[in-house]
């Protein structure tokens, strides 16, 4: 197909595909479903060898957000059932995270809802940060706080933060239809502001919420011109209680295409399955770590993954390895501009952020978690939600015995899935 043959030329070079064909990989059929994942795993392989880097969620404060995110458990007049409570204490968060360090985890993602952090917010991680360094100084801290004011991105840099995420979720033109409370602007700013303070920008999409095909390409390539080092891919889990529960447009091939043309627009970096995989996926989750290099490990913030151990079964029995802490995620040439964005303080805050470089033998072309989504969807007065397209097979319609509201772990008396 010579499709796939470009797009894999391109992916093993470091360069970026056109825009006509980044939608032509979504425009792929079913037969050609398996070629999709085998050109896409070439180029996987290519920078990341058989590595998948494990990611464990700590939800530091669930539900009680201002938001109005139509996708999120979490928001503004939500009704789904989930967990509420306000800020865990740092030794509450360091024992949560340390079952996911102990299950595998190489990253932990400190997630709290809201519109943003107050400063006494930042003092809080700040202290769960320390906490959690005491029990593993490895251990890398990605946070996710929501909008970011000034100074603040500094702050968590100099209290030891490795990352900050913060997701667009969908296309500029069609923000507006999933959130009113505030834009997408708003949002490219706080990545801006992370990664000017030499934070690693963790910054990507919600797919499944009734967008189109432009919109995903959309997105993708805007996150790409970001310098997002770690885009994760959420697959909207519809949330009784929220204004996009009957939002089921998503099947296991449909999703493996996404993480396709994410892989081929993003070759040499971190693609990790985030919310949703075990909804959306199902029995296939394992073609999807040919594509992406990354996974969050059991839980979510407020829904339940599948058990720790059963990731980790899947990872071996696919002929992968975890990844180990001393192993770096990114390629040299990515490793090497994050560390010295790092120790400069930051790239500066301009959109062409420092994430996107490349080495002199790449293309020009390859240089081009909190409130609402988070590190993977949670979570009023939203607006309309998009159009819905019509589910891609009638068996995956109102699948909601599929999804489960997490009642253990963080913020519970029950031990964490990890």
Known sequence: MDLLDTLTAKGLRGEVPTREEALAVLAT?????????????????????????????????????????????????SKAEILK???????????AARAGVAGGAKRVCLVASGRGPTDRDIDRVTDTMAAIRDADPEVEICVCLGL???????????AGA?????????????????TSTHTYADRVDTVQKAHGAGLSACSGLIAG?????????????????????SVPVNFLIPFEGTPLAKEWNLTPQRCLRILAMVRFVNPDTEVRIAGGREVHLRSMQPLGLHIANSIFLGDYLT?????????????????FDVEGAGEATLPRHRADVAEAAQTAGGCGSGASACGSAA?????????????????????????AAPEAAAPES??????????????????TRLAPNA
């Open 303 to 319: 829904s339940e993954g599948q058990a720790g151990q059963t990731d980790l079964d899947m990872i071996k029995d696919a002929g």
């Open 85 to 95: 409570y306000t800020w865990l204490k740092p030794d509450q968060a360091a024992d």
């Open 29 to 77: 059929t079913d037969d050609e479903l398996l070629d999709v994942v085998a050109a896409a795993g070439k180029v996987r392989r290519r920078w990341f060898g058989r590595r998948v880097k494990l990611n464990y969620l700590v939800n530091l404060k669930s539900g009680l957000c201002p938001e109005d995110c139509s996708y999120c458990s979490q928001r503004l007049g």
């Open 148 to 158: 970011l004011s000034d100074n603040q991105a500094e702050r968590l840099k100099a």
């Open 359 to 383: 080495p002199a033998s790449v293309s020009a072309s390859a240089s081009a978690c909190g409130s609402g989504g988070g590190c993977g969807p949670c979570g009023g007065h939203a607006h």
């Open 394 to 411: 009638a068996d995956d319609e109102l699948r909601g015995d599929l999804v489960k509201v997490r009642r253990r772990g963080a913020g």
């Open 209 to 229: 919420m009734g967008e189109s095909d432009e919109d995903l390409v959309d997105v993708v390539f805007a996150l790409r011109e970001l310098g997002s080092d």
């Open 162 to 178: 490795d990352a900050y995420n913060h997701n667009l979720n969908t296309s500029e033109g069609t923000y507006g239809t999933i």
